[in-house]
């Protein structure tokens, strides 16, 4: 993630949110996989802990531009890791569903819907500051569906699917309210929450 994040930095110096959303989008994929692997909490946590530490130092002193350097100001990439790490604290193993489904909607959908936003011409309106639009809306209500439904298909689970459009409905209220990056940790906490709610009544 990180190599191919340099090396779109070095091919579209002027594309500076692109090189920041592959390491968004690819970071999404790694819970699944130790989800699969059965990664146990006590290797999985103090691994998030150390990549929080690590991000944030990049955050602080610019060590990988290619991660941070955006054109506004953003605590975007330290919430997203410090979610992870709080989903696994208070979620895995027992309800690694819930993690995966927060951080896949943060890391597909708003990633996606970042991308898709700026380079889709819309009708768009400013919240807090942030600009929105219909393309990047859509696309974040859509593969927050498809990645809900998938995976309450894989965990077999019987909820009715009217809950999955309203924990759609509230990752895309929640991505609305992006200043300073903070639907990196909005969004995902919500929908992990949501998720566990949906499953356990």
């Avoid at 996606?112 to 600009?131: E, H, M």
């Amino acid at each position: 993630m990180l190599s191919a994040a340099v090396v779109c930095r070095v091919r579209w110096p002027n594309q500076r949110e692109l090189s920041r959303k592959i390491v968004h989008i690819g970071t999404g994929p790694v819970i699944p996989l130790a989800w699969w692997l059965g990664i146990p909490s006590d290797w999985a946590i103090p691994m998030a802990i150390l990549i929080t530490i690590v991000i944030l130092i990049n955050h602080r002193w610019r060590l990988l531009p290619a991660i941070e350097d955006v054109n506004r100001h953003s605590y975007g990439t330290v919430a997203y890791a410090l979610t992870i790490t709080l989903l696994l604290i208070f979620f895995w193993p027992e309800n690694a569903a819930a993690v995966c489904s927060g951080v896949l909607v943060m890391a597909f959908g708003d990633g996606l819907a970042g991308l898709i936003g700026r380079k889709v011409r819309s009708p768009n309106w400013l919240i807090w500051g942030q600009r929105k639009s219909i393309a990047g809306t859509l696309t974040m209500a859509v593969i927050t569906l498809i990645i809900l439904f998938t995976l309450s298909l894989l965990i077999d689970a019987s909820f009715h699917p009217l809950r999955i459009f309203a924990v759609t409905g509230l990752a895309v209220g929640l991505e609305q309210l992006s200043r300073w990056g903070i639907d990196n940790l909005t969004v995902p906490m919500g929908v992990a929450v949501a998720w566990s709610w949906m499953t356990a009544i």
